[in-house]
């Protein structure tokens, strides 16, 4: 049996394989957490009348995430489609995690470098309040 943190078990077919089923599983598990928040929306709101005439604006209950696993625990469909594209959104950030730590095993520094620049790009861009 391999040894799990040394460099012969985290070959790069190992390691491709690793971050396919990584995204494969996220991207599974976001769409059934969809899926799931859609029927309970469309069983509870399905026979209300949309009002086009007013516009309501963002709703301040899925701007956070407190406010969204508030609504998930609560049952209220909104809430769950909407961390069903936290989860979507977590999928490649899961990635570059698993990328980081893979390239540290390997003891490729250049890799991790750029990999974590990468991540601190997505993270301010998502968490800096820049976009309005």
């Known amino acids: 049996m391999k040894r799990l943190l040394s460099r012969k078990y985290w070959e790069d077919k190992d390691v491709e394989i690793l971050l396919g089923t990584l995204l494969r599983?996220?991207?599974i598990l976001s769409s059934i957490v969809v899926l799931a928040g859609g029927i309970i929306y469309i069983m509870r709101h399905g026979h209300e009348m949309p009002e086009y005439r007013d516009f309501a604006g963002p709703n301040n209950r899925w701007d956070n995430?407190?406010?969204?696993?508030r609504g998930v625990f609560l049952?209220?469909?909104r809430e769950i489609i909407q961390l069903g594209v936290v989860l979507l959104i977590a999928?490649?950030?899961?990635?570059?995690?698993?990328?980081v730590f893979a390239f540290t095993v390997e003891k490729d520094y250049l890799y991790i470098v750029i990999t974590l620049i990468v991540l601190g790009v997505i993270l301010f861009s998502m968490l800096?309040?820049?976009g309005g």
Do not use: D, K, N, W
């Not at 999928?91 to 990328?99: D, H, M």
């Open 75 to 77: 049952g209220h469909g």
């Open 128 to 130: 800096g309040g820049l």
């Open 25 to 27: 599983y996220g991207v």
């Open 91 to 99: 999928t490649p950030i899961a990635r570059i995690l698993f990328s």
């Open 65 to 69: 995430l407190p406010a969204i696993m």
